[in-house]
Structures are given as structure tokens and as C-alpha cells.
């Protein structure tokens, strides 16, 4: 169903499904302790709670949120939880999502865009079998390539377009890693940080393809909203972004620091374990999932006009989006480029 044929209420028009206050006691930064007004914000994952989440979850363990004077509703996300839809209908105030969906609602002309992008390279990989010598984008022709229905619309153009590939070679993905341990010919979707994981525990030889490093610019793990909050309520995005961007740099350090934060997930899901947390949190440490290219400099969440237009244009030359947008349409940088947390 197209965005445009969704409802969208006056609550989320106006961007206020959980931007309301409180009074605690809380101590902002530079302030001394005193009562304090404790502003209410909600945020929705994309997915269920693990540590490609983890900096939200270590904004809120580690009183982060509390200390820029905000009440961080962390939800989780799963299989049936849509939510850009939960935002149109005023649920939550801001969900994570990503830039080629921030394009797209300027494309629909939707009054939402992206405030900030913790990811810098988007996660997804396309996985080969080392052992068969598939561990390069360049050696995909031919092989049968399992892809879901989001990967086919979203990245597959692009690579198709830039290695010769054919749609001939797709066949669905079902989240089940049988077919790939079955065929040393079958090349697979996954995220970096997990599913290479699961295929070396069971016995594999993967050759994880990170699909940011052929090209694909698209921003992942972002802070999606509404256009109307982050006006009206310009200091509370801007608390709530710099307070998410800080727990993303205490969690990417690892260590006793972050054990709260990784309770709080393995609460909320209870199938994460902790070498899964600690895996994913190396590699996207090694591959720069976080930090890396502008975010070296301006910051985690770092956003670029440069990287903006140039993924769009990437995009519209494989029709995966129509010419003549706009990109400014679907970002705003008011929020980020602050040098949080920079190496």
C-alpha cells in the first residue's frame, strides 16, 4: 500500500504523540540539581531489541536521556510493527529508519524527514562462501542470490545496474540460513553484524559483502519525526538527538559501561545473548558502521548535503526513485555535525 493512501491524524500532523512533561528532580548539564520539567519523547527501533540498537538502550541505562531532561519511551520493534505507519497515526513521536525511506517521504510529500543517521554505512551484506572463492561483488554472476522483498526494491537495482547482474539470479529469502549451508553456489542477505554470526556458528565459511562499500550511501539507524515537532519543539529534538548520539559513543566503547544497557536488551529480547551482543558490537567497530567518513569529523549521526544528493541520484539513475526530487525534502542537519562523539 502506498504511503500516500495513509490516514494521517491531527496528532501526528501536529507531532506530538508523547512530547509532554513532567516534574522530576534531574540535573542538566551545567545546572545545579533542582526540580525540573521532565519532557516526554517516544522512539521506536526497527527491529527487536539487540546491539545495533544499543546506544538508545545506553542513553536510557545510563541516565543520558534523564540528564538532558527527557523521559525516553524506548519501544522495540519487530516483524508486524510498521513504523512509519505508528508515526502518521500519532503513536510515536520518532522511529528509526533510514535515508532511502526519508526520501521517500519526500517523495510522497510527507511531513516527516531525518533529524540524524547513526549508521553511516548501511549494514546490510550480501554473504558468499569463502571457501568457493563468491567474497566479491564482482564474482555474484551466476550464482543464486536470496533477497527479500525490501532488498530487491531497495539495494538490488543498484547492484544489478553496477555488476552486470540479472533479476534471473534472485530467489526469496526467508530468513532461514538451510539453503546457504545446503549450496556452496547460493549467496545470501544478511547484516554484518548478525547473520555472518549465525552461519559461522553453524559450521560455514561466510564471505560477508558489506553493500556500502560497492557505493550504496544509503543512511541506516536514523531519527525519523515529524517536520511540526522538530519546529515547535526545536530544543527537545535537539536534546533528545545530542543524548542519543552520546549513549552511541559510550556503548561503542564496550566494556562494565554498557552491561545496563545490555540488560535492558536482553529484557526487552529475550533471544539476544551476550556473545551476539559482543560480536556485533566488534564488527561494527571494524567495518566503521558508525564511525566512519563524515562522522570522523562532524560527529556520530553526522549528515551530509553532499552524501544526500549523491545517493539520491544513485538512486533515481536505477528508477529506484523518480527524477526531479528534491532531497532537502526528507533531512534537516539543524540537529547534527556537533562533533559528538568523534574519534
Excluded at 529480547?269 to 558508525?290: L, R, T, W
Aim: net charge positive; with cysteine.
Amino acid at each position: 500500500m502506498s504511503m500516500t493512501k495513509y490516514q494521517l491524524s491531527r496528532r501526528a500532523a501536529l507531532g506530538l504523540a508523547g512530547a509532554t512533561a513532567g516534574s522530576v528532580l534531574v540535573k542538566l548539564p551545567g545546572r545545579t540539581a533542582s526540580a525540573q520539567t521532565l519532557d516526554k519523547i517516544s522512539y521506536l527501533t526497527s527491529w527487536r531489541a539487540q546491539a545495533e540498537h544499543g546506544g538508545f538502550y545506553q542513553a536510557v541505562a545510563a541516565g543520558i536521556y534523564k540528564k538532558y531532561g527527557i523521559e525516553c519511551d524506548l519501544q522495540q520493534g519487530g516483524p508486524q510493527v510498521r513504523g512509519s505507519q505508528l508515526m502518521m497515526g500519532g503513536r510515536v513521536d520518532s522511529i528509526m529508519s533510514s535515508g532511502l525511506e526519508a526520501l521517500n517521504y519526500a517523495k510522497e510529500d510527507l511531513p516527516f524527514f531525518c533529524v540524524a543517521a547513526i549508521f553511516q554505512k548501511d549494514p546490510q551484506v550480501l554473504i558468499g562462501h569463502k571457501k568457493a572463492g563468491v567474497d566479491s561483488f564482482e564474482k555474484l554472476k551466476g550464482k543464486t542470490i536470496l533477497v527479500g522483498g525490501i532488498g530487491r526494491v531497495t539495494y538490488w537495482p543498484f547492484l544489478k545496474a553496477k555488476y552486470g547482474l540479472s533479476d534471473e539470479q534472485l530467489k526469496p529469502y526467508t530468513f532461514n540460513l538451510a539453503p546457504f549451508l545446503a549450496d556452496k553456489d547460493v549467496v545470501q542477505q544478511g547484516f554484518i553484524s548478525s547473520e555472518p554470526y549465525a552461519l559461522a556458528q553453524a559450521g560455514s565459511d561466510p564471505a560477508p559483502m558489506l553493500i556500502a562499500d560497492a557505493g550504496f550511501d544509503n543512511y541506516n539507524t536514523t531519527i525519523a519525526m515529524s517536520k511540526k515537532l522538530a519546529s515547535e519543539k526545536k530544543d527537545l529534538v535537539q536534546r533528545f538527538v545530542t543524548a542519543s548520539l552520546e549513549g552511541w559513543a559510550q556503548y561503542l566503547k564496550g566494556g562494565p559501561a554498557i552491561e545496563a544497557a545490555n540488560a535492558l536488551i536482553k529484557k526487552d529480547n529475550p533471544d539476544m545473548s551476550d556473545d551476539k551482543i559482543v560480536y556485533a558490537i566488534k564488527v561494527m567497530n571494524e567495518s566503521g558502521i558508525v564511525l566512519s567518513g563524515d562522522a570522523l569529523t562532524l560527529g556520530i549521526g553526522a549528515m551530509t548535503e553532499a552524501r544526500w544528493s549523491r545517493f539520491y541520484t544513485s538512486m533515481a539513475d536505477v528508477g529506484v526513485l523518480p527524477k526531479g526530487l528534491d532531497p532537502k525534502k526528507g533531512y534537516s542537519l539543524d540537529f547534527v555535525n556537533k562533533g559528538v562523539g568523534k574519534a
